[in-house]
C-alpha cells in the first residue's frame, strides 16, 4: 500500500513502460541493479514507527539506504568469514520462519477444542485459600516484641505500620492485598495460614527480618468461566499444535549431533574464532 501511495503522489522517479513489479530496477550501483522488489522485501523489516511516516518519505529512506548499502558492501571484494556465517543464519531463518508462518495459518482451534481443554485443566478444579494481610516489617525481635506489646496496648496497626515498618508496605499501614500458596516465603506463609481472621502473629522471622502479621481476610478463588478462559485456551492449542508440526518436521530430517562433551559452552564467546 505504501508503494502505490508512493507512486500515486508522482515521486521522482524513472519513468517506465510498463507497470512496475519486483524486477522493476530502481538504480544501478557499481553495476548491480537495485530493484523494486529489494524495496518491498526491506519494507517488511521497517517498525511501526517508520511505517508511520509518510510514504513517499518511507520509499525515498528505503531506496536511499539500498543505494548506500550496495556502495559500501561493494568496498569488500569478498565478504569475510563472519558475514558470510550471518548470511547463510539469517537465509535459513527467513526459509524456516516462512515454513512455520504458512504452518500456523493452517492452524484451526474449533469450539470443541477449546472445551475439551477448558475439561482438561479444570475438571479436578479444586481452589486454592488465597489470604488479605497486613505486616509490620523491623529488623530485629526485640523491635518485634515492642510493636506487639503496643498493639496488645490498643494501637491502631495500620498506623503503627506506617510510622515504624520498614518494609514498602509501610505507609500503605503495612497492607499486602491478595496473595495464594507460593507467593510468600516459607516462613511467612505458614504463620499466616495458622491465623484466625483478625488474629495478628507472633513475631515472625524470614530473611528480610521480623513481621509482625494481622491475617485480615480469606476467599477462595471461584472456577474460571469457559468464556473467561477462552482466549488463553485457544492460545494455548494453536501453540501445542504448531509445536507438534515444528518437531514432526524436525525428526523426519535425519540429523548427525557431533559430541560436545569435550567443548565447553564458553567458546561461544571467542568471536576471533570467525574474524578471518
Known amino acids: 500500500m505504501l508503494l502505490t501511495m508512493a507512486f500515486g503522489l508522482g515521486l ?36 511501526e514507527e517508520q511505517l508511520q511516516l509518510p510514504a513517499n518519505v518511507v520509499f525515498d529512506g528505503v531506496l536511499e539506504r539500498l543505494i548506500q548499502q550496495e556502495a559500501i558492501s561493494q568496498s569488500q ?26 504452518m500456523a495459518d493452517r492452524i484451526e482451534v474449533t469450539e ?66 491478595w496473595f495464594g500458596p507460593g507467593r510468600m516465603v516459607p516462613e511467612f506463609e505458614g504463620a499466616v495460614m495458622a491465623l484466625k481472621i483478625g488474629a495478628t502473629s507472633s513475631p515472625v522471622k524470614t ?16 472456577k474460571p468461566t469457559l468464556e473467561d478462559m477462552k482466549e488463553e485456551l485457544e492460545q494455548e492449542v494453536w501453540r501445542r499444535r504448531l509445536d507438534n508440526e515444528i518437531l514432526t518436521m524436525v525428526d523426519v530430517i535425519k540429523t548427525d549431533r557431533t559430541d560436545t562433551t569435550n567443548i565447553s559452552p564458553a567458546i561461544l564467546g571467542q568471536i576471533d574464532l570467525i574474524k578471518q
Open 112 to 177: 470443541e477444542d477449546v472445551q475439551d481443554a477448558y475439561n482438561a485443566r479444570f475438571s479436578e478444579f479444586t481452589p486454592a485459600t488465597e489470604y488479605n494481610a497486613s505486616h509490620i516489617l523491623v529488623e530485629t525481635e526485640e523491635e518485634a516484641k515492642a510493636v506487639m506489646a503496643e498493639l496488645e496496648d490498643g494501637a491502631d496497626f495500620a498506623a503503627l505500620a506506617k510510622a515504624k515498618s520498614t518494609g514498602p508496605s509501610g505507609p500503605n499501614g503495612g497492607l499486602l492485598g
Open 77 to 102: 571484494s569478498e565478504p569475510d568469514m563472519m558475514t558470510r556465517l550471518m548470511v547463510e543464519n539469517e537465509m535459513r531463518a527467513l526459509k524456516a520462519n516462512r515454513v512455520v508462518n504458512e
Open 207 to 222: 530473611q528480610f527480618g521480623w513481621h509482625v502479621i494481622r491475617l485480615n481476610e480469606t476467599r477462595d478463588p471461584a
Open 12 to 47: 521522482s522517479v524513472p519513468a517506465q513502460a510498463q507497470e512496475p513489479d519486483a524486477s522493476t530496477v530502481m538504480a544501478t550501483v557499481g553495476g548491480v541493479d537495485i530493484t523494486l522488489g529489494h524495496m518491498i522485501a526491506m519494507v517488511t523489516t521497517l517498525t
